[in-house]
């Protein structure tokens, strides 16, 4: 089943722009990961925010996370062609030992 | 981190057929999951497989169609039981790294991406 319902389902962009991918979800974590996966492969660690922490950044990455709305947000900052990919979020909720996938973005970088 | 890695990395099969999908980690790890991602669609969990107790498989899944072992804290098979087309997917398996008592990050493999015909 999914847990979080990620916005917009596609996004394409000029090299250069930043892109933001919303992910809502809908009880408790303890936290919340974003990964990247390019065209079918496995998928890639971006970055892991806990449910006390409000703010993560890595790189041109930055995640937020506002546990009041269920909802985190992944920023990429001067996009490059090579950050086209499918982004997915997943939160992990103590007890339940597994973590649940969002419905993901597909984002493009137009060179 | 941990380093998986899956076999095969692809197959076609004949439905009626089944595959047998192995999962090996570089480290001793308590908890493996495994995965299925339709086309076009996001990770959808089959089951958690602990080592020494027998899987937990999510709604939807059932052991008869998705039977999975856990020999020991670094290996684990996925069997696809008589295969249809619905079946094509690509299936992957991840582990989690602990820290302090925490949850944290999910490493995955490469996946293996199946064709039923």
């Not at chain 1, 925010?49 to 890595?58: A, F, T």
């Not at chain 2, 570089?26 to 493996?32: E, H, I, L, N, P």
């Amino acid at each position: 089943s999914q847990q979080g319902e990620e916005d917009p389902q596609a996004l394409s962009i000029q090299e250069g722009e930043n892109a933001t991918m919303n992910c809502s979800y809908k009880t408790s974590i303890n936290n919340l990961q974003w990964y990247r996966q390019n065209s079918g492969r496995g998928l890639v660690h971006l970055i892991l925010i806990r449910s006390n922490e409000r703010e993560k950044h890595s790189g041109r990455l930055r995640v937020t996370l506002d546990t009041s709305k269920k909802s985190s947000s992944l920023l990429i900052t001067a996009s490059r062609a090579a950050d086209t990919a499918s982004y997915f979020c997943a939160t992990y909720t103590s007890g339940t030992y597994k973590y649940i996938f969002g419905t993901g973005t597909r984002l493009k970088v137009l060179a | 981190s941990a380093v998986i890695s899956q076999k095969p990395s692809r197959d076609i099969c004949q439905r009626g057929t089944s595959l047998t999908i192995q999962c090996q980690v570089d480290s001793q790890v308590t908890m493996m999951f495994w995965y299925r991602q339709q086309p076009g669609q996001s990770l959808t969990l089959i089951a958690t497989a602990n080592q020494g107790s027998e899987a937990t498989y999510e709604s939807g899944f059932v052991i008869d169609k998705f039977p999975i072992s856990r020999p020991n804290l670094t290996f684990s098979t996925l069997t696809v039981s008589n295969m249809s087309p619905e079946d094509s997917s690509i299936y992957l398996c991840s582990v989690v790294g602990s820290s302090g008592g925490f949850q944290e990050t999910q490493y995955f493999g490469p996946g293996t991406r199946l064709l039923v015909l």
